[in-house]
């Protein structure tokens, strides 16, 4: 039986690892320059500095909650931390720029086994009420995080290099593993349950290794062939999980619940369309505008302060109107700020820049509350753990798409050369291309999420 101290050290620490996630996301897209100067890299490999990050989140959401149901969450969690810990220590021990990506990927995986267990471990330890207040707590965490990785990530990179900012990342971490250890049980049990679905696990995993790779290599041939066979290894993937036994997703709630379906597939949309906003602008404000990395962590902190600002605000509107209203017009915000940066171009002013950011949290905070209460109200109560699921691996999927899409129109643009002032022209054109293609690809989204209203039930 754990003690209420107990029960509170954990939910402290499960709140760090949310915060240390984004974080590690948020603030590196910051030092991508000055990491890509240091080693030389591409265009297309700084893309890969954080869709291997990511695509490695995505690939391992649902066969890791599967394990921690096999294997016991605590178990599958301090595994998690203890990879995502020993990587971050690893990581600016890095030679070059391929050491370095592989290294990303499994921080990670680390990552993944952290941010699918936490949550749940914390529906477990707190109940009625209280269980609202911690799930609040860990989701402040992840907001924490972005809202400070840009300007602490910009600040370390600036003054100590941008290797500090993975020490630094460690050490928290490495002070709540000690206490994961010391409060909660994390002994490996072996539970019944219904045979783990390699199939499944393998497809997901071969289409995002391939996705990723083909963007970044897509100037080549064999990148094209690599994203064809990402494609090909996600439909085969979908195909399998309606055939298999015991499949990791369960895909008749998608032909059953229309409802269901347009929602996550918005949902996809959103993060898709939105989230390279972030690592597009750090590049640019840095190699075209001139910035230095605090400078330009301090500018990229108008998404997420909106952010910050705007999610409670959504959840509140909720309560008055329609939720898929409400997501249609954090979608519609999120249009117009992709849109307004389609205008920013070589000499772009700054308060179009920050107007665009600004636009763009807001729209996302809007749309992710909002959009979430439409999926979790398309289904019955059996069935929110899968939803909860599909709602994180429809986020992280977007993510590596939007990555891979910009990697690919990078590579194809600006070549296989180091990404510096010389070709910032090259650059800004590769950044016209994909902000107006992800605009259409918003506009597209707040079409279908006007329509994911939710189900009638008597």
Known sequence: MISEKERTACLWAITVTQFSLVFMLSS????????????????????????????????????????????????????????????????????????????????????????????????DLFTGPRRSMALGIASAGVYVGLSAGPWLGGIIATTMGWRAIFYIGAVPCAICLVLTLIVLPVKPQRKKCPPFDWGGAILIAMGMVLLSQGGSHFHLMTGKVMLAGGVLALAAFAFWEKRVKAPLLDMTLFSTNPSFALGNTV??????????????????????????????????MAQPIMQTLFSPISGKLCQRWAAHHIATVG????????????????????????????????????????????????????????????????????????????????????????????????????????????????????????????????
């Open 331 to 458: 979608m519609l915000f999120a249009t117009a700020g992709l849109a307004g940066a389609i205008f920013i171009g070589g000499s772009g002013a700054l308060w179009l820049i920050i107007t665009v950011l600004g636009l763009c949290g807001t729209g996302s905070a809007i749309f992710a509350t909002a959009n979430t209460a439409v999926i979790m109200g398309a289904v019955e109560k059996e069935n929110y753990g899968i939803a909860s699921a599909m709602v994180a691996g429809m986020r992280t999927t977007g993510m590596t798409i939007s990555l891979v899409f910009i990697s690919a129109v990078l590579a194809t643009m600006v070549g296989p050369t180091a990404l510096h002032s010389d070709n910032a022209a090259a650059f800004v054109e590769a950044m016209d291309i994909s902000f107006i293609t992800l605009t259409a690809f918003s506009a597209l989204g707040v079409i279908l999420s006007a329509r994911a209203k939710l189900k009638n039930r008597k």
């Open 267 to 300: 949902q996809f949309i959103s993060y898709a369309a939105t989230f390279g906003i972030t690592f597009l602008l750090s590049l640019y404000l840095q190699i075209v505008q001139g910035m230095t990395p605090s400078e330009a962590g301090i500018v990229l």
């Open 28 to 123: 590196v897209a910051v030092a991508i320059p000055s990491l890509g100067k240091e080693f030389g890299a591409t265009a297309a490999q700084l893309g890969l500095v954080e869709s291997g990050y990511i695509s490695a989140v995505a690939m391992l959401l649902f066969p890791v909650t599967r394990l921690a149901d096999m294997t016991g969450r605590g178990f599958v969690f301090v595994c998690g931390m203890i990879i995502f810990t020993t990587v971050s220590l690893i990581l600016p021990l890095s030679q070059s720029i391929e050491h370095f990506i592989i290294l990303r990927v499994f921080q990670g995986g680390g990552g993944a086994m952290m941010v699918t267990t936490g949550l749940a471990i914390l529906a």
